[in-house]
Structures are given as structure tokens and as C-alpha cells.
């Protein structure tokens, strides 16, 4: 899997980001799914995309998790679904603009302006540090 599948803004916006203070400081997201169903009582169904050790990307939508016959196969192979892709587009989207805010900051520090640092044909070192940024790991 890599993050280059296109994942469209009106993914993203469906994402929302959890950081999980009172739980290991987990990050997770919550994808609403896309046709806007709503439960039982009225609320949109999100579904719950999280980063497990040692299983990857887990995603609580019907299409991961298949329901099982009645001898305990799967009824069809799970497969990924864009709540997962958008989650992790999501993930890099916000590391990438937390690592370039961070930059900036320090070079504003350092008394570079704003305006100036942005432009990046003046600075090819602040641009390179900023692709430098990890960007690998999913999701936290
Ligand atoms: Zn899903």
C-alpha cells in the first residue's frame, strides 16, 4: 500500500482526527462513511481507523471486516477501503504541515520573516530539511 492513491478533499473532510490523551496518547481517526447513513439514533456513522502494532491499518467499516458464515469463514476477503487511505492522506497531510509550521517558527526565531521564508528559491536548505520530514509512518 502506499499513500499515493488519490484521496479527494471531500475524503479528507470526512476525517477527523483523535488524540487520545487518557489512552496511551493514541492517535486514531474517525471517517465518516461516504453516502452520510445515519444510525438509529439519528448520528452519522463514522467509522474508527486506527494503527495497530503488528497488524497495520485496521478500519471498523464492513468492507475490513467481513461478516463470517456459519462455519467461521469469511464471507468475502477484507479489503481496503478509502477510510483507511484517506486517514493515512490525512496523517501525512498534517505531519507535513506540523513539520513545515515548525520550520518556519525556527526560522522566525532565527529572524527570518514569514514572507521571506516562503519563498523557497532563498532558502533551498529550509525546503530540503522540510522533504526531509518523516512522513513514513502511519497515522500518530
Ligand atoms: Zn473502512
Not at 467461521?72 to 497531510?93: E, S, T
Request: aromatic residues 10%; charged residues 25%.
Amino acid at each position: 500500500m502506499t499513500t499515493t492513491t488519490t484521496v479527494t478533499q471531500e475524503q479528507l473532510d470526512k476525517c477527523t482526527r483523535i488524540y487520545d490523551e487518557n489512552h496511551n496518547n493514541e492517535v486514531f481517526y474517525l471517517v465518516e462513511n461516504s453516502r452520510g447513513d445515519v444510525d438509529d439514533e439519528g448520528n452519522i456513522i463514522e467509522y474508527t481507523v486506527r494503527y495497530l502494532k503488528g497488524k497495520g491499518l485496521t478500519c471498523t467499516c464492513p468492507a475490513g471486516n467481513p461478516p463470517a458464515d456459519e462455519h467461521g469463514f469469511f464471507k468475502y476477503a477484507p479489503r481496503m477501503c478509502w477510510h483507511i487511505r484517506a486517514a493515512v492522506a490525512h496523517a501525512v497531510l498534517y505531519r507535513q504541515e506540523r513539520c513545515e509550521q515548525s520550520q518556519i517558527e525556527s526560522y522566525v526565531r532565527q529572524g527570518v520573516d514569514r514572507e521571506t521564508y516562503s519563498q523557497p528559491t532563498q532558502y533551498p536548505e529550509a525546503v530540503l530539511q522540510i522533504s526531509g520530514c518523516a512522513l513514513t509512518v502511519p497515522l500518530s
